[in-house]
């Protein structure tokens, strides 16, 4: 399998397309650090709240999304790509034969219920798959729909999010979480305002996807760097904070256990001058070493 071709042609295509070829050719590179795709997001809430139709929409993935509840019992996972039209602009500037997007896993995690804790429902199987992801994205209902089913018979944002959060700190889990509100742009919406940051979405009309991604992916605390050239342009995700031989063993390993120096400059620098070897004229590409925080944005050459 050409890994490279698989990738490029993913990108240039939708969204499951991207999904499929990144899940299947990430982990077939030797010395490839799959760390960018390590940190991942639960989706998370009540039954028939629109999980797995919101993830259906993230990914476009065959997952179970009927109208009734506990109809996903296994938790599904799909790696998402992050909109980034820096990249684009980068990809364009360097004339790159290949685009490569950093992306987001998420993972679509069977409905929680009052006493899920305590083992109510599927309980201890949510909750220990909860307990495996790094942040959470926790859906709530604010449509009204007599068609769709309400696990409590009622349509109450807050009540569920109380619920929800309750079984979580019963359990002890304490996540950073991003609070999803599923809305309906054919229906009739709740007002609410919920105790944390929020993004408003329709999955069926496909309005707030991007934000949310975006947003998830700030809620792991990670930034994303870039490598362009000719042959390709690449965006890269480190945690905040990270050092450059931290941020380099994203790409491979021999990027932190043999880093040198790095040659930095930031988008907008780079941008702004045209390219990289006008960048260079006017002083804007710098040497780095190995103190250096890398921070979003940087476009960086990693020499070992």
């Not at 006493?115 to 790094?134: C, M, T, W």
């Amino acid at each position: 399998m050409d890994v490279e071709l698989v990738l490029r042609e993913a990108y240039e295509g939708p969204r499951e397309k991207i999904s499929r070829a990144l899940s299947i050719c990430l982990p077939a590179q030797a010395g490839y650090n799959r760390k960018m795709s390590k940190l991942s997001v639960g989706i998370v809430g009540l039954p028939n709240v629109g999980k797995s139709t919101l993830f259906n929409a993230l990914t476009n993935k065959s997952v179970p999304a009927e109208n009734y509840p506990f109809c996903t019992i296994d938790p599904s996972v799909g790696i998402v790509p992050v909109p980034d039209e820096r990249l684009d602009k980068l990809a364009a500037l360097s004339k790159s034969k290949k685009v490569i997007p950093a992306v987001v896993e998420f993972v679509d995690i069977a409905g929680l219920v009052k006493g899920a804790s305590e083992g109510e429902g599927l309980g201890n199987k949510f909750l220990s798959n909860i307990r495996e992801v790094d942040a959470i994205v926790e859906v709530v209902r604010i449509f009204q729909d007599p068609g769709v089913i309400h696990v409590h018979e009622k349509v109450d944002p807050l009540f569920d999010i109380e619920i929800i959060n309750l079984e979580l700190e019963k359990a002890g889990i304490k996540k950073p979480t991003l609070y999803v509100l599923n809305m309906s742009e054919a229906a009739e919406n709740l007002d609410i305002k919920v105790p944390g940051p929020s993004v408003m979405i329709d999955p069926v009309f496909g309005t707030g996807l991007d934000q949310l991604i975006t947003e998830s992916y700030k809620l792991l605390d990670l930034i994303t760097f870039f490598t362009t050239g000719e042959d390709e342009s690449r965006a890269w995700t480190t945690k905040r904070n990270a050092t450059a031989p931290e941020a380099g063993k994203s790409i491979h390993t021999d990027f932190q256990e043999k880093f040198i120096r790095a040659q930095v400059v930031s988008y907008r620098d780079l941008v702004d001058a045209g390219s990289m070897v006008k960048a260079r004229e006017k002083g804007l590409l710098r040497t780095e070493g190995k103190e250096y925080i890398v921070q979003d944005g940087d476009v960086v050459e990693f020499l070992i």
